[in-house]
């Protein structure tokens, strides 16, 4: 099974999102392939509802690891379910770098998110300094080590994304034996904290129609996590399509 996760990240008015979003539905995605669709909260429902009874799930872009309470400008994992919300994207880099979100943070919201039968996709990278300086390894293997070491949760529904920080948005991208490399070691890695279990590790760093079946037939990488090329349907489908 392969999965393509579409993050679209903070992009799109309510009115674009619900025309992409009928557009992205309209055609049915192949057996074995997962589609994932993540856009802001605000549209949470309005894609949900083009997204309802079609092959493409919903998914939201983070989440709280609070139930409820008083944590002004929050959202639940309950209150995502109760929109349909079947995938949340943890740890993503740009969360980790600009508003701080630590590894202890990232696992918390992962065990929230197994607790509430969601699937997390919990992100892992290394930034540009780290990889010259030969550390990529180092960092990620930190990083998987830190949700997944002694997790109190059955972990059989994680996803785990790798996306080298250097090439998000940048127009760089891991070459296919780079991301393969680096894959197959967070396979190795995920040996060790749950023996027997096969995580799925998917890529995202500039993933692109022109790209993607290159990635994709790499043995370690099951799927994509995708930016800016899952914000046109006829890039997205591509990408579900895994060809050009």
Known sequence: ??????????????????????????????????????????????????????????????????????????????????????????????????????????????????????????CVGENLEQREAGKEKDVVGKQVAAVLENAAADLSSVVIAYEPIWAIGTGKTASAEQAEEMCAFIYEQVEKFVPGKTLPVLYGGSVKPENVEELLAQPHIDGALVGGASLKADSYHKLVEGRA
């Open 1 to 122: 099974m392969k999965i393509i996760a579409g993050n679209w990240k903070m992009n799109t008015g309510i009115e674009e999102a619900g025309k992409l979003a009928q557009a992205i539905a309209e055609k049915p995605v192949k057996d074995g392939v997962r589609a994932v669709v993540c856009p802001p909260f605000t549209h949470l429902q309005t894609v949900g509802a083009q997204l309802k009874d079609t092959d493409y799930a919903l998914g939201a872009q983070n989440m709280s690891p609070y139930d409820d309470g008083a944590y002004t400008g929050e959202i639940s994992a309950k209150m995502l379910k109760e929109l349909g919300v079947a995938y949340v994207i943890l740890g993503h880099s740009e969360r980790r770098e600009i508003m701080g979100e630590t590894d202890a943070l990232v696992r918390e919201k992962m065990e929230k998110a197994l607790k509430e039968d969601l699937v997390p996709i919990v």
